[in-house]
Every structure is written in C-alpha cells, then in structure tokens.
C-alpha cells in the first residue's frame, strides 16, 4: 500500500515526450517515472507481465497460472520461463476448451487459491462468457458472502494489431462492462501493466485485464523491478488541459496524445488527456471533474460504435455535467461492422478522426 | 464394398475386352500399324488430357496400415481400385495443395498476406482424400487450416491465393482473408476453434430434412476435439441420427501443445464413447478415399460416424509460429522423409505403373503453371473498394438503407458481388 502512494505521487512527475517508435495507426508515448528514485529496468510490455506473474508466483505460494500453451512461454512470450522456475504443477497447459478453463479457474478461486488464467485472445473468451458473467460474477452475490472467487484474474490479449482481421482484433470490453460484480482494467503500457496485474491477483474481487497486444514489443518503458501495484478504479490524467478532455483506454490512448500534440500545434487548443485505466467500475468522480472543467469531451475506443463502452460514458457524463457542457459528447470509435480484413485502416479510429471530431465539438 | 469391386470389374472387363477386340482385329487382318498404342519411349509427348486414353488402366492396390475401428464390426476397404485418371488426377491435386502453400508461404513473406495463415504442407491427402469421395449433394466444413480444402472445392488457385491478399478476385472478395474461403458446398473456412462442428450438425440435419441424401463432413483438429461443443454434437447427432461424420485432423499439435498433454484420450476416434469410429492413416491418399467412401454409406444408413485421420504438419501453426519451439527438427525431417503423402503416393503409382515418369513430370509442370498464373493474379488485382467496408453486415432487405454507426463514409448496405475469375 505504502508503494501504491509513493506511486501516485511520482506519477504526478509523468513526462510523455519521447516518442519511441511508429506502428500501425499509433505512434507510443511512453510514461516515465521520475528519475532515480527506483531501481528500474527497461522492458516492454510482455516482459513487464513476465514479471509480474513472476512475482506474483513468489509472493502467493497457492497462485497458479494456466491457459492455452503458457507452458512454453505463451503465444506472447509473456510467461516465458515461468514453468521452468515454479514447476509443472503450478503452471500449466490447458486443453484447448475457454469454457472449461474459466470454470476450472472459478472453482480453484473459490477454494481460496489464486488463479490467474489466460485466455489467448479476446476473440475466444465468448464460450467462457457464459461463466465468467454467470458464476464468477455472481458468486459472492448468491452465496451471502459464504464463496466467493476474488483471487480469480483473467488475462486476455485484446485489440487491434494492424492484421488481426475478425477474429483477433476484438475489444469486448463492453460486454463486460456490463456485468456487476467483475473487474475490468486494461493498461496502455509496460509500468501500468506490471502495477495492474499485481493489483488484480490481490484485489479480492474475479478480474479481467485486457491486454492490447500490439503494445507488447511496441510499448517500452523503465519499468520498477520491485513490486508495486495501481490503483483499481482510478484513471489517470495523463496531461493537463483547460479546452477538451480526451478519454480513452489501452492503444486508444496513444492516439489520443498524439491528437492532443496536433491540436496544440494546429489549433492551439489545450487537451486534457485522460487514460480511462478501470472500464469498471470506472473513475466517476475524475472524469466528471475533467468534464466540468474543460466542457467538452472527446471518447475514442476501438469497439464498435453502439453499445461500446464510449455510450456508458457518454450518458453518465451528460447526466451528472448537463449544465457545464459546452457541445455534445463526441465518441469517435470503429464502426458497426465486424472488424474488417483488408479495410482496418478505415475501421480504427485514428488521430486523423478524432482530431476532426475535436474540432467538430470545439466549433460547436 | 461389394460396389467396389463391381467397378473394378467392370473395369478389369473392359480391358479385357479390348484385348480380345486386338486380338480379332488381327486375325482379320488388320495390321498392328492400325491398332491404337500406348505411348513409346522417345516419342513426343502431348498433355495428358489431350492424350487419348489407350486402354482405362486400373489396379488394385492393399491399404497399407489397417484401420482401427470402434463399435464397429467392419470396416472400410482395404483392398482398392484405381485408375490412371484418378491417380493422375490425385498426384495433381496433392501437389497443386502443397504448392499452393509454399505460394502463400511466399506470398505471406513479401508481406503481401496480411493477417493469419495456417498451413497444410503435410496434411495434403487428408484434403485430396476426402473430396476424391465427395458426391455433389455432399458438404463439407472445416476450421482454418482451409487453403487446401477450398481449392478442391472449387475456390480456385486464384480465389485462394487472392483471398490471401485480400484482393477482389478473391473467393470471399477479399473480405475474409486466409482462414474464412467459402465455395459451394463448402461452408468454410471458421476462425473460433470448433464452432464450425455445431455448424456441420446443422447442415446434416437440413440435408436429411430436406432428404437430399447428402452426408456433411465435419472437420476439426485435435486441438479442437477438447472443446465443449464438439461433444454436444456428438450427442445431438447421435440422438437425430444425423446423416454427418465427424472428421479429425490429428496432427498431433494443437499449436504449441502435443496431443498428449491436451488430452487425456489421444484415441480421438473412440471419443464419441456410443459413436462408431474409424481410426485412419491420414498420409495415404487412397486409405482416406476408402474410409471416406465408407463414412458416407454409413452416414446415410446408419447415422454419425468419427474418422480420425492421423497426420503431420510440416509447418509451424501459423506463419508467426516457427513450429520448433515445441517440437524437435528431427521429428519434423522423420516425418518428411518416411510419411510424406506426396511421397508415398508417387511411389505408389510408379510401383504398379499407373503412371509413368514422364507423366509425373507433366503434372508437376501442369500444377507450376496454375500456381504461377495464380500467384501473378494475388499480386497484381485490385482490391474491393473503400464501399465494401459496410457491405454484407445485414440483409439488404431488413434495415434501413444507410449502414448505422458509420460516420463519414456514409455507406449503405449493399452486398459485395461476386467478381468472376
């Protein structure tokens, strides 16, 4: 706990200047840690959850990390050696069967050991659907508080990835969002995922972290070897502003900065980019302040347009910031189609839509 | 099985026939210099369709590795006929698969394939099999390593390889890339593992509603036969009796995790438990025909019915997968060298001279060609326009005109129409 306030108050210190590489339809502004405080080490975002996993096997002798081939290392490389150091007993394949492995999960949290398993991508955690939102949401629920399976993780790859076409490119966040009694966090980089995976093995609560795979080489940060954790339910204000505020979560975020960066140079408009973190439950209270202050908001997500979690957002804030909203909520997101093959480029929702929907509501 | 050997009798009279027909010809006096004849060294050769067929050549050739079977009193045929045309048509049709990988492997290289792409190279006779027993009222579904399968269902070498690259001409226009080619009787081409098995319980069930007399063929790996929903199947089709045969591809990885540790029965045909099974060696062309031909006269009769085909893949699971991190080089080489369907299949015409070399070097050059024409058509078409990007998310008829959700692009709803290769 002590290292999650030291945490917060250096990252009041963030700089996001150094731009470290162009991929796709983003280009990744890192966080930094204020310097020399912590032992820190560079790594990108596998390495980060590598880590974490790694740490979190020590640090709770009855966690266990299974899912599809994490035995060798994991589709990603993020649970790379993790067999080799903690046995074949405590991290394991699974068969290839979603449904079984989040019921298996369930069952091994509710006895009160931690699971944190893997659902390779996103795409496929629908047959699991049915028990992550039936039983591990609602366990604690119908049981009176007699059962419950907080020490339950689920780490999900999600997001697009520049050729993942229908069936490894979703974000099904919203669908998620949804259910009462889960947690859903999704990281835009390597410092914020090692902090949220440590958080979600501890919290007491059944947890869902998105990963957005592109950021797993793409996103490289000085990341602190110690253990820490971030806060669940909080979202980060990545930069300050007094015009707009920008809202966005894993990848999304990136563009937005850069949006931001764009519509200083060109318009001189003065953005606050927030970094949603927790889809739920999410930070009312930041957001709405953000909202009150600057007037106008700008949401940007990679799901589809009805129903993604951009809606949520949009509703909550109208209802609670009426009267100091200066144009209608704006959500610049994919569009309502499967996500396509060859037409990603045309899907996503690039700095080149959300800067001219920033502009739509600033001259509104 | 007794059909098998009435064809190969009929055949076997013909040519007896025709040799008696020689025989006559000459004592009336008709010189040897008329009689039709087989191809002579040193003469100069045409294709082999132009070629006139002498006599309809036809053997009979032993199964080498005996079927397994489960629940079941008898088997396939171990004992089968095949002409000359069908050797060369199978010899064909194996190699033109196995190059139509090495392009897309190619293709996939100069990054002209984006997206996934799951190769066959190895587990070509399990596709050439199959469809070498499919009658036109019959259907298949498959999972994603399709390119093969799509092709001998009549996608084309064009449709596959352009699909690929996403282009126009592809079979699916371009709109499902590597993993979801469709051609008719061929529902796909399915990217979630398992899901296209519920699939097949459906079509059987149409079929024998609307008594078509059509058989569905429902593919899926070893991988997948761990999936909740394949057992569902299992008993739904049991129940019904649904004219369906459940096929297994086990080529012994489920991407990164061996069959034996994924599951607790590697007996995959014996998995339906009160469901017969056949367990077949997957790399022999002619053993998948014959169990195949079984499976569909059972299906009909009889009811469901698993084949397990036991193959290899020679590739890694996708092309982001170099298939060596769970595997050894050497059980790849072994496989190659001992159990290649190509391979084993060649020898195997050679051996009861069904076809001769120079036939086989017609072939090859036959399948270069195609594959080459395809190849320059991936590269070179053009792809569906920035409209597409809303077309075919709903029936045209159901909703409102304008595609929902869509800002900017103000598309409609419309249906991407087929462009002919």
Redesign the interface.
Known sequence: MKVSTLTRGLLSAIKSNAICSTRSHFTYYPTKLAQGVRDVQKMNMFQAINNAMDLGLEQDSSALLFG??V???G?FRCSMNLRDKYGKDRVF?????E??IAGFAIGVANTGATAIAEIQFA??I??SFDQIVNEAAKYRYRSGGLFDCGSLTFRVPCGAV???????SQSPEAYFAHTPGLRVVIPRGPIKAKGLLLACIKDPNPCIMFEPKTLYRAAVEEVPTESYTEELGKCDILREGTDVTLIGWGTQVHVLLEVADLAKKQLDIDCEVIDLVSVLPWDTKTICNSANKTGRVLIAHEA???QGFGSELAAYIQEKCFLRLEAPIKRV?G????F????EP??LPDKH?CL?ALKEIVNY | MPGMYRDALKLLSAHMRQQVSRMLQRCIGCTAAKLPRPLAPGQPETSIAEQKPVVQEVRLVRIAMDFKLHKLELGPDTLVALTALEAALYLRQLLAIRRLEAASAQLYKERLVRGFCHLSTGQEACAVGLCAALRKEDNLVAGYRIHGLAYLMGATAVGVLSELAGKSTGCAQGKGGSMHMYAPNFYGGNGIVGAQVSLGAGIALANKYRETGGVCFALYGDGAANQGQIFECFNMAQLWKLPMVFVCENNNYGMGTSAWRASSNTDYYTRGDFLPGVWVDGQDVLAVRSAARFAIQYAQQRGPLIMELCTYRYAGHSMSDPGTSYRSREEVQLVRQRQDPISRFRKVCLDISILSEQQLRIIDQNVHDEMEKAIQAARHDAELPLSHLGSDVYSHSCTEDKLRGVFGHNLEHSKAVCVKN
Request: proline share 12%; with cysteine.
């Open positions: 599809e081939d035995g060798f290392g589709v394949n699974t068969p290839l069967c449904q079984g795409d496929y629908f047959p520049g050729h993942g076409a229908l069936y490894h589809p347009f009805t997101t569009w309502d189609t499967p396509p093959h060859v037409f045309f899907y839509r001219a």
